[in-house]
């Protein structure tokens, strides 16, 4: 079992920057494949961004492509996602998921692909 724990959420101005951070817990962190996606209310979850267990690979939406940047520190057990030019747009709550692979260069962005899922944090961007 992997417990995820999502923080860094919060109330920002367009333009500004967030960094939202995913600590886990429990069984070890290498084996698993990670990724970000976010749900606006009234919406279903989609995709933002994902990394593969080793870090060198990512994924993104085309819509934040250029603008939030997915990495892992697998020494602390977390996942971020660095969040740039943060839009109107971007308010949703994020979620943090994981899922084990036994597949290197390997990323996800379904979100039944994933086993594990953090409670959320809150992201708001005002105009």
């Known amino acids: 079992q992997v417990q995820l724990v999502e923080s860094g959420g919060g109330l920002v101005q367009a333009g500004g920057s967030l960094r939202l951070s995913c600590a886990a817990s429990g069984r070890t962190f290498r084996s698993y494949s990670l990724g970000w996606f976010r749900q606006a209310p009234g919406k279903e979850r989609k995709f933002v961004a994902a990394?593969?267990?080793?870090?060198?690979?990512?994924d993104y939406a085309d819509s934040v492509k250029g603008r939030f940047t997915i990495s892992r520190d697998s020494a602390k057990n977390t996942v971020y996602l660095q969040m740039n030019s943060l839009k109107p747009e971007d308010t949703a709550v994020y979620y943090c998921?994981?899922?084990?692979?036994?597949?290197?260069?390997?990323?996800?962005?379904?979100?039944?692909?994933?086993?594990?899922w953090g409670q959320g944090t809150q992201v708001t961007v005002s105009s």
């Open positions: 998921a994981a899922v084990e692979t036994v597949y290197a260069s390997r990323t996800y962005n379904r979100p039944d692909e994933y086993n594990y």
């Open positions: 990394v593969d267990w080793s870090g060198g690979y990512r």
